[in-house]
C-alpha cells in the first residue's frame, strides 16, 4: 500500500516450522530491507540452501582432514611407524569429526548469509 509505505510482494516461500522465527518474516529474503536489497524472483532461498550445504561440505573435509592428520601425527608419536599410523585411525574419531566440521560449517555459513 503505497499510503503506507509498505509493499505488496511478499516472497512466495513460506517460513520453515521449527526455523528461526525470522523465516516467517515475507520480507527476510532482503533482511527486511526493501528498499536497498532486492530479490526480483522471490527464489532466494535455494541460493542461501546451496551456499549452506557448500559450507557444510567444505568443512566436513576440512574436519577429516585434520582428524587424519592428527591422529597420524599422534601415532608416530606413540612409536608407530608411517604404514602402522595410518592403519590405527580411529573411524569413531574420525566420524565425530567429519560430522562435528559439518554442522558447524552449515551454522557458520547461515549465519554467514544471514546477518
Given amino acids: 500500500m503505497p499510503d503506507f509505505g509498505t509493499f505488496l510482494t511478499a516472497d512466495p516461500v513460506l517460513g520453515v516450522i521449527g526455523g528461526p522465527a525470522s523465516t516467517f518474516n515475507p520480507y527476510s529474503y532482503v533482511r527486511g ?17 546451496g551456499a549452506i550445504i557448500a559450507g557444510a561440505i567444505g568443512s566436513a573435509i576440512g574436519g577429516a582432514i585434520y582428524s587424519l592428520g592428527s591422529q597420524i601425527i599422534e601415532n608416530i608419536k606413540n612409536g608407530m611407524n608411517l604404514t602402522e599410523a595410518f592403519n590405527n585411525i580411529c573411524q569413531d574419531k574420525l566420524a565425530k569429526d567429519v560430522l562435528s566440521g559439518m554442522l558447524l560449517g552449515a551454522v557458520l555459513q547461515y549465519i554467514r548469509q544471514n546477518f
Wanted: proline share 12%; charged share 10%.
Fill in 33 to 49: 530491507n526493501t528498499v536497498n536489497l532486492t530479490d526480483p524472483s522471490g527464489e532466494f532461498v535455494p541460493f542461501i540452501l
